[in-house]
């Protein structure tokens, strides 16, 4: 055997010891040789579903149709749009048919841990719940930073239960720009209550009420800015604020902040009219006030729907979806203009280096859009 062909660990000193062998292979008569030249593997690829596929799917509540329905109306794809579209016209009809709930709050406040709590008690009176739960995008891919899914981990076990954390996509608000499709979609799908999670940045949260029915607030004690005016923009539009983490030694605090949110909530307008929003302790840990919460969910659903202030919203919301789509198409369509994308870095480069204003690189980017049509 020759050195070259002699394994690493064969020992150079004592060549005897090794007694690996190189031998050509035989085709013997009738047998096929065992190795073929210039073979290419290839990753299977499912065949892509078409849209009556997962529209029956979703109806049946596929779990795996239906996360092919919520990836197709989050991708960014141009070739995915108009498939979305034809898939949402048809689903159209069998939505609206759930309570939405919107849940924010400050980071640390325990979302995440109220939702899954929460979202079991639910499932154990017979609710179907889906979860929405919105994630910081990373800067560089673009996908989920938190991951609640792994969070909520006794959630996601639980067969009535769907959990879809989605990115932000740098959305104001932390709440992704295709979350009004999921929402349509789920309750499509025939899960009666939506519970949407934000990312819980501040005061551009307030963009989550523009899709919900019931927007719930989660604060804590000793947290040093319970009245503060930061707040004041986010309690405004709250139907309930939720004072979390109510248990142990913490549970005297919590009592004590339930009462202080619900002296300044007396003078706040209410965010729904002929609601009074007020304050309420919760734990996750112990279930304490979890049911309670629910009661007040629904007895501000009967509320509403015998004002009529339930469809109202409704009517309002759908109004606030077309004019955010118009605003998507726009922005989508200005930056895939020819003459806009020839154009844009040289105008971005003379307002870095100061020779033109921005009003003026602006005004001069959408005289190129309107004039030319490429």
Known sequence: MAADQKPEWSDPNNPENCSSIVRKGQEHEGQAASIQKNI?????RNSEP???????????????????ALTLVESNAEQHFQKAQQLLQKLLP???KSIRIGITGVPGAGKSTFIEAFGCYLCSLGHRVAVLAIDPSSSISGGSILG?????????????AFIRPSPTGGKLGGVHRKTRESLLICEAAGFDVILIETVGVGQ???????????????????????????????MELADAVLVHKADGTNKQKAEQTRKEYNRILHFLQPATKGWA????TCSSMTEEGISEIWKVIQSFELTGKASGVFEERRKSQAREWLYSMITDQLEFHFYQHLG???????????????????????????????????
Request: proline residues 2%; hydrophobic residues 40%.
């Open 40 to 44: 290419r593997f290839q990753k299977h």
């Open 340 to 374: 806009v994308r020839n154009q844009l870095p040289k105008l971005e480069n003379e307002v870095i280096a100061g020779e033109k204003t921005v009003a003026a690189a602006v005004e001069a980017l959408f005289s190129t859009f309107l004039t030319n049509k490429e």
């Open 50 to 68: 078409s849209v009556d596929e997962i529209y029956e799917g979703v109806l049946k509540g596929d779990r795996s149709l239906l996360a092919r």
């Open 277 to 280: 929003t007020k304050a309420y």
């Open 204 to 234: 551009s949260e307030v963009i989550i009420r523009d899709m919900v029915d019931f927007f719930m607030l989660l604060v804590l004690t000793g947290a040093g800015d319970e009245l503060q005016g930061m707040k004041k923009g986010i």
């Open 148 to 160: 609640d899914k792994t969070r909520m981990e006794q959630l996601a076990r639980n067969p009535r």
């Open 94 to 96: 069998k939505g609206g």
